[in-house]
Each structure stands twice: as structure tokens, then as C-alpha cells.
């Protein structure tokens, strides 16, 4: 069964850094675009990166130039290197994955189980 497994979240300082990771585990054919989203309590799920498998990368307009999005294909893994965190910055951040198992099967979405970044003092 493919999974997408999350690590690196916790308890930071404003102004500190953490950085998460997301592998895409099971049996899978190809990992098109992954990415990472986080939802705030009371707010609606929001972008925070994404990243194809090309390397292009696309940025939330409140995480640009703070945070970095990356990713090794070999290891169907996505990183995101979290800079300069803000208390605003507080949520459960979830991992996204589209991906194809099987060769001419179609595109599936994927969500990790989410993982919380708490940025305070």
C-alpha cells in the first residue's frame, strides 16, 4: 500500500528552523509533483510548496524566501527546509503526493498524516 510518512515537525523558537521530510513508501510506478500544505487551527488548508519532479518549485506568498522545497527521486522523498519561523508559521503541515502505481494507471492524490510545527517562545 503506498504511504507517504512524515518526520521533523515539533516545538521551535521564532526565528529558529526545522525542516520536515516526506517518503513515499509502497509500490509505486512514477511520483509526479509532491508538496506540502499546512492547515492552522480555525483556517483552511493553505499551499506551502510544491515541487515537480523536474525540480520546479511553486511557493505560498507567506513562506517565500524563508522556506525551501526539495526532493530526491531516488528515495521518492520531499524535504522542506523551514527558515526564519514565525509564530504565524503554527500548524499541522501535511505531505502531498501525486502519484502513479502501476504503468498506464491513472494519477492518485495522496496525504500524509500531517505533522505539527509550533513556532514560540
Known amino acids: 500500500q503506498m504511504q507517504l510518512v512524515e518526520s521533523g515537525g515539533g516545538l521551535v523558537q521564532p526565528g529558529g528552523s526545522l525542516r520536515l521530510t516526506c517518503a513515499a513508501s509502497g509500490s509505486i510506478f512514477r511520483v509526479n509533483a509532491m508538496g506540502w500544505y499546512r492547515q492552522a487551527p480555525g483556517k483552511q488548508r493553505e499551499l506551502v510548496a510544491t515541487i515537480t519532479s523536474g525540480g520546479s518549485t511553486n511557493y505560498g506568498d507567506s513562506v517565500k524566501g524563508r522556506f525551501t522545497i526539495s526532493r530526491d527521486n531516488a528515495k521518492n522523498t520531499v524535504y522542506l527546509q523551514m527558515n526564519s519561523l514565525k509564530p504565524e508559521d503554527t500548524a499541522v503541515y501535511y505531505c502531498?503526493?501525486?502519484?502513479?502505481?502501476?504503468?498506464?494507471?491513472?494519477?492518485?492524490?495522496?496525504w500524509g498524516q500531517g505533522t505539527q510545527v509550533t513556532v514560540s517562545s
Open positions: 502531498n503526493a501525486r502519484v502513479v502505481l502501476e504503468i498506464y494507471s491513472d494519477v492518485n492524490e495522496y
